[in-house]
């Protein structure tokens, strides 16, 4: 079993920063790929980046150049950092791990990118 519980979400003016966290205990050394996801209101949740056990990573062109995920092995601890952002990032980012098994998904984040 994963527990994953993000944090780092809020409200930021466009053109502003956010970094989401998304701390992980339990099998962790189970998991594969680690990715952030985003639902935004009446929307279908899509995948935003991907970080693999041997850390390559991976980005939707929506976001490329703008997000960057990492991981810190130590913390046991994914990131998202988001830059330039956009009204249009406005959703609840959630955290994704995928095992050969299952697929852990935390409780979400709200960001909000508004003026």
């Known amino acids: 079993q994963v527990h994953l519980v993000e944090s780092g979400g809020g409200l930021v003016q466009p053109g502003g920063s956010l970094r989401l966290s998304c701390a992980a205990s339990?099998?962790?050394?189970?998991?594969?790929?680690w990715a952030w996801y985003r639902q935004a209101p009446g929307k279908q949740r899509e995948l935003v980046a991907t970080?693999?056990?041997?850390?390559?990573?991976n980005s939707a062109d929506a976001v490329k150049g703008r997000f960057t995920i990492s991981r810190d092995n130590a913390k046991n601890t994914v990131f998202l950092q988001m830059n330039s952002l956009k009204p249009e990032d406005t959703a609840v980012y959630y955290c994704?791990?995928?095992?050969?098994?299952?697929?852990?998904w935390g409780q979400g984040t709200q960001v909000t990118v508004s003026s």
């Open positions: 339990g099998s962790i050394f189970s998991i594969n790929v």
């Open positions: 994704n791990g995928v095992s050969n098994l299952y697929d852990y």
């Open positions: 970080i693999t056990r041997g850390g390559n990573t």
